[in-house]
């Protein structure tokens, strides 16, 4: 079986983000917490690189692909705040408080995500800017690369 396509630009802005919030966090003494979010760290990044590794996708699907991973932070973020204040499991206070925590930490992520995949960019070579370009198939494929026959 044949594991799916990871777009390896946004798995590592993804997850060093993640790491750096999650060094943050853990710093501040909520490693518990950190640790028990870098599970969904991982599985989120994984879930973004994936969808992204696409060719082509719709409307829909790029925004269900930024819904899924949001709607987990603030089930998250609602059972965080459940934590702290005991409520009924379908009280309007804790999609509140999933909403207040859960939004603003999936948006700092994704937002710093997005700052480290552009610096990785940066500092990848591009074709054209002063790298050789790629062999020509036909040269490689006479066994002598860059010597046309």
């Given at each position: 079986m044949r594991?799916?396509?990871?777009?390896?630009?946004?798995?590592?802005?993804?997850?060093?983000?993640?790491?750096?919030?999650?060094?943050?966090?853990?710093?501040?003494?909520?490693?518990?917490?950190?640790?028990?979010?870098?599970?969904?760290?991982?599985?989120?990044?994984?879930?973004?690189?994936?969808?992204?590794?696409?060719?082509?996708?719709?409307?829909?699907?790029?925004a269900a692909a930024w819904a899924a991973p949001w709607l987990v932070a603030v089930a998250l973020g609602a059972g965080l705040a459940a934590t702290i204040e005991p409520a009924d499991a379908l009280s309007p206070s804790l999609l509140y408080f999933g909403l207040v925590i859960g939004t603003p930490a999936y948006l700092a992520w994704q937002l710093s995500a997005l700052a480290v995949r552009q610096f990785l960019l940066w500092r990848s070579p591009r074709p054209g800017l002063g790298t050789a370009p790629p062999p020509r198939g036909g040269d490689l494929a006479r066994g002598r690369p860059g010597v046309a026959g």
């Open positions: 594991s799916p396509a990871l777009d390896p630009t946004i798995l590592r802005g993804n997850l060093v983000s993640g790491a750096l919030w999650l060094l943050l966090l853990a710093c501040l003494g909520a490693w518990p917490l950190a640790l028990a979010l870098t599970a969904y760290v991982v599985a989120a990044g994984v879930f973004l690189a994936a969808v992204y590794a696409r060719d082509t996708l719709t409307r829909v699907q790029e």
